[in-house]
């Protein structure tokens, strides 16, 4: 019987054997085979999964023979086993299987004896008269393996080999080429007496038997889904060479939204990402990040390389929880990177280099310099060591600027505005990152390999990363084992300034040659001699507080997979996910010299100011086992799915910090040289959680599928009572193209899905130890052997229970013209109730307490997405491509209720819950109103009326996301884009506040620094009785006014603006080296270059002159508050080069 | 194969250890102990209590402008609501009072709980006492405040708030019920209890004197009231029934815990107006932000007040040779009003980082009593009470004998000339509370308007030129409690009045 393996015998030995000896001798062997003889038709009815793109037809021969429990035979001299093939056969046939493989390839089977045997089919019989030649790429220029072409009408055909060349025989001119590769249109190209046909493949737009990568890394036709999902793969993820994850996929997918809160050198770790907005009140509203299948912190998608990806698929609702768990309440982003492929060895090395540059400061004025005070008239004065700008009108003088120095001289300057200076400031950064990648498979595994490297120079001056990443990840088989492992480790290096620059630079005066400065040791750049008596030289600041920082992040995952039947798999997993941060912030020492002091410079009183510094190490772990049995199983018409799972997750922290503000030597930043006592702190948690869960797919004539799932989580967080609890999901999928007969093999709509959904999620996103209330160490406690505790300020409930989230949702998928346009819409409604307030719900302090960690209240969310793709021009001729993509999200939230009829929560940052309202909205400080749009004005000061209570400003979500993303090939090179819109929410922009404060602000000009009458103002003349104000003026309209707290700076309202914008993501231009120029050049195999530009341009509504309304003070739900933490925007340009060996 | 499944299984029973019992019970906080001694709450609640307010920069921020003791830097742009009078209800100050002693009362509140509890009436009357301190600066700062449902947690998450006048006769109440105790506790206090005690070390006759002259100033707040003299009578006629007496010479509550001159471990008050620990070549920006005035300059030369050197620096924080105040008001910053040109807080009151916070001093004590006497609520010398507390506010502040001051031929210092006696004590009061209780000289300005001659603002921005007699209720509880805060109806700081204010 060992005759029959194929890999055991060498059938080159039987030479010239033929179909029908090879039938004799089998029918002689095959007597012991009788017993077993009526399987053989079984075997071809046996129903199969299998799924291969450009992989040898022998390691696709043994998958069959493997799940099929068949044996293949064939003559290596008959039948070519190393061509390459692709097959796509979900849950078809063997049969069906074997025709559509073999088909192709001109091969023909029969079964004997529970054998399947090969041979080539027979030639036509026509004469052969022509042989064509030619190469088959893909529209981004890469040549394409395995594609099979064959001439229509007949059954030649043969595929492309590893450089996507391919050689066939046709019969005459008239013949025509069919194109066919999975992921690829369909293309039929008429040889017209052409011997050479080289041809461009298009994309298909969305394939209607897709294979999605759905939770725990299950493979699914996406005609099976009831829940929304979208795919972006990583040719669409890199179309715009993007040099991390997060920026890749901006703009990219309908009802996402990704916030780089921050561009600093480590603003990796300050991105916010959100699917379908805010569903929790205080909890956490981010998507989970699943990277090979481990849960992984956000902050991966800063530092994932883009080449790395295989593909993101991006679950948008809340059925995928039951595999995940609770966490995947928000949507979950699965990230599969790239595995080694089979038969292929390369070697990638991709160089990316771009440049960060300031891109917009906001508008000031140019008129008035230095100065605070007022003569007796009121007129202003110019102060020479002033840092408000309200000094007199500038004249082009020669003035002094600052204080005089020891020897009696002082700088003179004219006094005119300096442009440019304060953008000066900021350098170009640059960040240069190689990578560098191996890959090699073979029939017993593959392995992938990449090493990363990123050099960063900060724009702001002094600050400087790097990070080292390396990336294991391979498969190995076993018979019917099969192990699969990934492994990441991630090394950052951070230095960067911790000063608040921003702040500093813009309370510069306009006159001020601020980069004259930048030598920190000079003459007016030196501490006591530089002019400003109120703030460092911002170069000397950069270096006077500064952090360092290194992060360690580690990723692994082990799979072990074992194939007991074809109908069961089991497969156990064990994740780890742990990350390390060791850091020292450090403060200088400032010493003032006697004469800077006495002289009265204020900032040189105090004299000295002692050097601190701060250490802290934190370490966070995650580890999770789970443990899965797959079930299969076709009856009838039906075919099921069941996954039975169980899962426990561990997760700890440990925190430490030490710190002291009094460090006695002097450069010396170590915790034991201080004097007094050292702060110090400690924080350890630890969780555990335990899941059982199931997940069942019944699919009816593969037109419709029902999915129903159930999990039952134990949670250590809760009390012994609650600690159980169950969530249930069900939805429906219905392909009605394929169902109404009316509608099949329609030219125009060529796939139809509809689907709809209900689940319930619950989630515990409290901290441990919240149910039982604890004593804090009292402020300046221990006072020497002094202890003291103080009653915390937090009210706890032992009886916490999970919040729940109910989502129902509709969808409609759509495709026409196969597939060139494809539509994707979905509607969904969301209620989260028992809200858990984590920090806990606000209360009065009157009650003894401020905040009661409790369950309450409940939230609406809802909305509706459209993600439209098409590819409106194909031209084969001149190689013309066009593909766009357009992505539109509506959602809006409602707080329903909070807690016994409390009206509103705080949630930090003047983002609050309020009752009726969306959530979260922003209020502050504004002024009083007639009822009527008017403010109301003081009858004798003229200013505005402060309005006692807080004023309502709007939601800081935005209520619409639009993103547009298109790319356009000719030949070789691809001209690709992404803009988003967002809009419908509020910002408060704390940078006008210290403008108008400094009176560096465009606007705090704009009336000559007169008085003026208030605009639309009204004076109450009795309660109630308002007046149009027409004549009185404020009583200033300089200093008074503009760095009046409560006129100005200190008013939320004048500063909160709409937070909407347009902004140019990305905008690429790449070059695929043709093939033909590398040929002189043997070791490399590809080669591509692309010219990147980010961030290029950001358009925003006229009242917001400040800033980019991404920005914002936070990662968490309290967004729609920048201040001046953040640097001002930049715009990245950069090189990509890549060469594979 | 079997061998295989049923390696596979346990290793899925082993993921879940669960079916180990107690392998998710593990939700006990390593963090934060759930359980401590009464006295470390003790300790800590008393030390709040001093940081909270004549410690805290809450009581001096407005008061002390207001009130004629110190200005602020024209070096520095903030402190314009000050300056104005203009606030609003997220006023910084008032915020931080109110939730300061809410915060405070709440452990004063859980101290008389577990007293009770645990019958140890030591820390019953204790807190009893210091929440009465506590209530009684609310009602002063803010009227009507939550009271009889206030500290209730969730039981009452939207107190509802008592009348001022009512808080005020049940705080009287407290505080004789408080005394009572102490009274039976003199001399049975245990050592241990005494040691957590970082005011009175246990000493329970002292804390019984600190309860009754606390409740001596509760009632002649309410002095101007009219028809109110039988009720102060019938109060202090309880007070005197304890026999337990008011705080003597010497006997003045002060709260040390052991303050030392390291971050974070020094006297508040020393921390917020003084020196960092470096010392006196890093003054704190408040001590360079807050200066002389020039009302409280001219006063204490005037009179050839000795004080003058321990209350104020001379200029540039004492490197110069001359004293020298500024004028209430200016907004735009003037290079005459920056530290260099005016005297700074003095080494009297900034005696060092490691100086007892006082909350209720000797000399206050006496000059209450001093009034209290001259209105004929108690017995006694009023002369030899008033120059007593002169004379304790001279020690405290290190200035030595009083006696030529007293006897200088002055209406304003000396007893003999002066004409109208409680015009004197009060004006003496108001000089001696400088910088150890400016919110005491605030209620007494608002109950007597003495001194009569306190600048008003004239800061462009204060359109309404009267000092304003009280704080707007803080936004949190517009926010959280706002059916009860707008029960209060429209509150005005120059209009709705403490109910003891009636001027």
């Keep these: 019987m060992n005759l029959f393996l194929h890999d055991r015998i060498d059938l080159n030995k039987i030479m010239k054997v033929t179909l029908s000896q090879l039938a004799i001798a089998l029918a002689i062997t095959g007597a012991s085979y009788a017993n077993t003889s009526k399987a053989q038709s079984v075997a071809l009815e046996r129903h199969i999964n299998l799924s291969a793109k450009n992989t040898a037809l022998k390691s696709v021969l043994k998958k069959v023979a493997a799940m099929a429990d068949v044996k293949f035979v064939y003559s290596k001299d008959v039948i070519n086993a190393d061509q390459l093939v692709s097959v796509d056969a979900n849950d078809i046939t063997l049969k069906d299987a074997l025709n559509n493989l073999l088909n192709q390839h001109n091969i023909k089977y029969e079964v004997i004896n529970n054998a399947i045997v090969l041979d080539n089919k027979p030639s036509t019989g026509s004469d052969i008269t022509i042989t064509v030649t030619g190469t088959v790429k893909s529209s981004t220029g890469e040549t394409l393996p395995g594609v099979a072409v064959a001439v229509k009408g007949t059954t030649t055909g043969v595929s492309t080999d590893a450089n996507g060349k391919y050689s066939i025989k046709v019969p005459d001119n008239n013949s025509v080429l069919v194109f066919t590769f999975i992921g690829f249109t369909r293309l039929e190209v008429p040889v017209n007496g052409k011997t050479n046909l080289d041809v461009v493949l298009r994309d298909d737009v969305r394939q209607v038997n897709e294979v999605v990568v759905t939770a725990l890394g299950i493979k699914r036709s996406s005609r099976e889904l009831g829940y929304a999902t979208q795919q972006v793969n990583g040719k669409d993820l890199t179309a715009g060479r993007p040099t991390n994850l997060a920026t890749g996929l901006s703009g990219k997918v309908a009802g996402l939204q990704i916030i780089q809160t921050n561009n600093q050198i480590d603003a990796g770790d300050q991105v916010r990402v959100v699917l379908r907005g805010n569903r929790s009140f205080s909890g956490n509203n981010q998507a989970l990040l699943v990277l090979d299948g481990v849960v992984a912190p956000l902050t991966y998608l800063n530092s994932i390389n883009p080449n790395d990806v295989e593909s993101v698929n991006i679950l948008k609702g809340a059925n995928a929880a039951a595999l995940y768990g609770s966490e995947a309440s928000n949507g979950v982003m699965i990230v599969t990177t790239k595995h080694g492929k089979k038969d292929v060895n390369e070697v990638t090395y991709t160089n990316t280099t771009s440049l960060n540059q300031l891109a917009y400061f906001p508008k000031m004025q140019t008129q008035f310099g230095g100065g605070s005070g007022q003569d007796i008239y009121g007129f202003p004065q110019y102060t020479p060591f002033e840092n408000q700008n309200f000094g007199d009108r500038f004249d082009g003088s020669i003035r002094p600027i600052g204080r005089p120095l020891p020897d009696g001289t002082i700088q003179m300057v004219p006094y005119s505005n300096q442009s440019g200076e304060k953008e000066k400031f900021f350098n170009t950064g640059v960040d240069e990152q190689n990578d560098l990648s191996y890959t090699t498979g073979n029939d017993n595994g593959s392995t992938y390999f990449n090493i990363q490297r990123l050099n960063s120079k900060g724009y702001v001056p002094g600050d400087k990363s790097n990070r080292t990443a390396i990336r294991l990840n391979g498969t190995r088989n076993y018979n019917k084992f099969k192990l699969d492992y990934t492994f990441d480790y991630t090394q950052r290096n951070i230095d960067k300034s911790n000063a608040q620059l921003y702040n500093n630079v813009i309370n510069t005066p306009a006159e001020i040659p601020l980069s004259q400065y930048s030598d920190v040791n000079s003459l007016y750049g030196n501490l006591n001699n530089y002019f400003n008596d109120y703030g460092l030289n911002p170069y000397y600041y950069l270096q006077q507080v500064r952090n360092t920082e290194r992060k360690d992040d580690l990723l692994g995952s082990l799979t072990l997979g074992y194939d007991v039947a074809p109908w069961l798999n089991l497969t156990a997993k064990g994740g780890i996910n742990t990350s390390t941060r060791n850091g020292k912030d450090i403060t200088q020492a400032i010493n003032y010299s006697d004469f800077a002091t006495a002289s009265g410079k204020a900032i040189a009183n105090p004299q000295s100011r002692q050097a601190g510094e701060d250490d802290y190490s934190l370490f966070k772990s995650r580890m999770e086992g789970s443990f899965l049995a797959t079930f299969k199983k076709k009856i009838g018409d039906f075919n099921a799915n069941l996954i039975l799972g169980t899962q426990v997750i561990q997760e700890s922290t440990r925190v430490l910090q030490v710190g002291t503000s009094f460090l006695v030597v002097p450069d010396f930043y170590n915790i034991g040289s201080r004097a007094g006592d050292a702060s110090v702190t400690e924080n350890n948690t630890k969780y555990r959680r335990e899941g059982a869960f199931g997940d069942l797919t019944v699919g009816y004539k593969n037109y419709l599928f029902l999915h129903a799932s159930g999990r039952n989580d134990w949670d250590s967080r809760l009390s012994k009572e609650n600690r159980s609890f169950f969530y249930p999901s069900v939805d429906l999928s219905w392909v009605f193209t394929d169902a109404l007969p009316f509608l099949k093999d329609n030219k125009i709509l060529n796939y139809g899905k509809l689907r709809g959904g209900i689940a319930k999620v619950s989630a515990v996103q409290f901290d441990p130890y919240q149910l039982q209330a604890t004593f804090s160490v009292g402020s300046g406690f221990p006072y020497g052997n002094t202890a003291g505790y103080s009653v915390g300020n937090t009210v706890y409930a032992p009886n916490l229970k999970p919040e729940q989230t109910v989502s129902k949702e509709i969808g409609l998928e759509l495709g026409f013209l196969n597939n060139r346009i494809s539509l994707e819409t979905a509607a969904y409604w969301e209620t989260t109730s028992d809200q858990e307030i984590l920090k806990g719900i606000n209360i009065s302090n009157a009650t003894g307490f401020t905040n009661a960690i409790i369950n309450t209240g409940s939230g609406q969310n809802h909305g509706f997405e459209v993600s439209l793709k098409g590819t409106p021009i194909v031209n084969q001729d001149n190689g013309f491509n066009w593909n766009i993509s357009v992505n539109y999200s509506y959602n809006q939230n409602k707080a329903i209720s909070l807690y016994q009829g409390l009206p509103n929560l705080s949630i930090q940052n003047d983002n609050y819950i309020v009752v009726g309202q969306p959530y979260p909205v922003l209020m502050g400080s504004g002024f009083q109103t007639d009822g009527q749009g008017h403010t109301v004005v003081d009858a004798t000061s003229g200013y505005p009326k402060l309005s006692q209570t807080n004023l309502l400003f709007g939601q800081t979500t935005p209520k619409n996301i639009l993103g547009v993303s298109t790319s356009l090939s000719y030949h070789h090179f691809t001209l690709a884009g992404t803009a988003e819109y967002r809009g419908g929410s509020v910002i408060y922009n704390g940078a006008g506040s210290t403008m108008d404060f400094s009176g560096i602000s465009y606007g705090s000009a704009t009336n000559g620094r007169e008085r003026f009458v208030y605009p639309n103002s009204v004076i109450e003349t009795s309660p109630g009785v308002y007046v149009p104000n027409t004549n009185v003026t404020t009583n200033s309209g300089g200093i008074d006014y503009w760095a009046g707290s409560t006129t100005r700076y200190g008013v939320m309202q004048n500063y909160v603006t709409s937070a909407a914008f347009i902004k140019i993501r990305e905008l690429s231009l790449g070059y695929e080296v043709p093939v033909e120029y590398l040929r002189g050049i043997r070791f490399i195999k590809r080669a591509s270059f692309a010219l990147v530009g980010r961030n290029l341009f950001m358009f925003r509504p006229k009242s917001n002159p400040y800033s980019d309304p991404e920005f914002n003070n936070t990662t968490d739900n309290a967004q729609g508050s920048t201040g001046l933490n953040q640097t001002p925007p930049t715009r990245i340009y950069g090189f990509t080069a890549s060469f594979t060996l | ?503």
């Excluded at chain 2, 707040?221 to 309880?238: L, N, T």
């Excluded at chain 2, 009297?348 to 916070?357: C, H, P």
């Excluded at chain 2, 002169?390 to 200035?399: E, K, R, W």
């Design chain 2, 1 to 503: 194969m079997k061998s295989k499944l049923i390696l596979f299984c346990s290793a899925a029973v082993t993921l879940l250890g669960g079916c180990a019992k107690n392998y998710l019970d593990i939700n006990t906080n390593p963090n934060s102990p759930t359980n401590v001694a009464s006295g470390l709450v003790l300790s800590n609640a008393l030390n709040r209590t001093a940081a909270s307010t004549t410690g805290s920069s809450s009581f001096y921020q407005f008061a002390s402008a207001w009130i004629g003791y110190w200005n602020y830097s024209g070096a520095v742009a903030a402190f314009a609501e000050e300056r104005s009078y203009q606030f609003t209800t997220n006023y910084g100050p008032a915020n931080s009072i109110w939730n300061n002693l809410y915060d405070n009362l709440e452990d004063y509140d859980y101290l008389e709980k577990q007293g009770n509890t645990t019958k140890d009436a030591f820390y019953t009357a204790v807190a009893k006492t210091m929440k009465a301190y506590d209530f009684h600066n609310l009602v002063d700062v803010f009227g009507n405040i939550p009271y009889n449902d206030a500290l209730k947690a969730t039981a009452s998450i939207r107190p509802k708030y008592d009348k001022d006048q009512a808080v005020y006769e049940d705080l009287a109440k407290k505080l004789d019920t408080a005394a009572t105790l102490f009274k039976g506790l003199v001399g049975k206090v245990s050592s241990a209890d005494g040691a957590y005690d970082i005011m009175y070390k246990g000493d329970a006759q002292k804390w019984g004197k600190f309860a009754n002259t606390l409740k001596l100033r509760i009632l002649l707040r309410q002095s101007q009231m009219p028809g109110r003299d039988a009720y102060i009578k019938g109060e202090i006629a309880k007070i005197t029934a304890n026999g337990l007496g008011f705080i003597g010479v010497g006997e003045g509550g002060s709260v040390n815990p052991g303050y030392t001159n390291s971050t974070g471990k020094q006297n508040p008050f020393y921390s917020s107006f003084g020196y960092t620990p470096a010392g006196k070549s890093s003054p704190t920006d408040n001590h360079r932000y807050y200066i002389a005035s020039e009302y409280a300059i001219n006063f204490y030369q005037n009179n050839n007040d000795p004080r003058l050197g321990y209350l104020y620096t001379t200029i540039n924080d004492g490197a110069g040779t001359t004293y020298s105040g500024s004028r209430f008001g200016p907004t735009a910053q003037s290079p005459q009003d920056n530290p260099q040109n005016r005297s700074a807080i003095g080494t009297g009151l900034l005696k060092g980082a490691d100086m007892a916070q006082p909350l209720l001093t000797d000399f206050e004590s006496l000059f209450l009593q001093a009034e209290a006497a001259q209105r004929g609520y108690i017995t006694g010398s009023v002369q030899s009470l008033y120059e007593s507390a002169v004379q304790q506010s001279f020690t405290y502040l290190g200035a030595g004998s009083a006696s030529e001051y007293l006897n200088m031929p002055s209406a304003v210092t000396n007893w003999g000339q002066a004409a109208d006696k409680l015009t004197l004590i009060m004006t003496q009061k108001w000089a001696a509370m400088n910088g150890i209780n400016d919110m005491e000289s605030w209620a007494d300005f608002r109950r007597l308007n003495i001194p009569a001659d306190i600048p008003v603002s004239d800061n462009p921005a204060a359109t309404t030129r009267i000092i304003p007699i009280r704080m707007l209720y803080p936004q949190s509880e517009y926010n959280y409690n706002p059916d009860n805060v707008l029960a209060q109806g429209q509150i005005s700081q120059f209009t709705s009045r403490i109910f003891w204010d009636i001027n």
